[in-house]
């Protein structure tokens, strides 16, 4: 028996390794998925002011969770700044336009407003989602949709549906490039 798992230890080390893996890519996906009505959303804008989800009803909405302590998330601000631009007044075939929320997982909400003034994030929709304990991704929205890392992207369609979970910048504006009128 000895000699057996001698002989195999390097292919049972590879198959651990890769259980590993696989049990974590499958817990680091969020809990909505594709083709679900999106989640509830309601809260206060960066500007005070009420909003709902439903507000955005006839166009394509981004929702991006992310984080002023995320450096990946704070790389990707560029690339969502073009695709608020190309976009945002932009008419598509099925949707009056598309819109960007935002949704900062924040202990700390003069870091989430410092972070859009520094960073140049001009759209409109920006939310914070405090969290109250050491595991930041507690907060009450990244919970609903399951958002278990930063930054995560919902793409809604303009019924709310989500359409896409964590797609790429660049799928994204494919996605958007193709449905322009």
């Given at each position: ?81 073009q695709l608020d631009q190309k976009y945002r007044n932009k008419a598509f075939k099925k949707a009056t ?67 896409g979970v964590n797609q790429s910048l660049e799928e994204i504006d494919a996605f958007f490039e193709a449905r322009l009128k």
């Open positions: 028996m000895l000699s057996f798992i001698k002989k195999y230890a390097f292919l049972f080390f590879l198959l651990a390794v890769a259980a590993f893996y696989m049990g974590k890519y499958l817990y680091m996906q969020p809990r909505v998925v594709q083709g679900e009505k999106s989640p509830v959303i309601k809260g206060r804008l960066l500007d005070g002011s009420a909003f709902d989800l439903k507000e955005l009803k006839g166009q394509y909405v981004l929702v991006d969770f992310w984080g002023s302590w995320c450096g990946p998330c704070l790389k990707e601000i560029p690339g969502l700044k336009g598309m819109q960007i929320l935002s949704i900062a997982i924040e202990k700390d909400e003069a870091r989430w407003k410092s972070a859009i003034k520094r960073t140049g994030q001009d759209w409109k929709h920006h939310m914070v989602d405090l969290s109250t304990s050491l595991k930041f991704l507690n907060s009450p929205l990244a919970s609903e949709f399951g958002v278990k890392q930063v930054p995560s992207k919902f793409l809604l369609n303009p019924d709310g549906v989500i359409i």
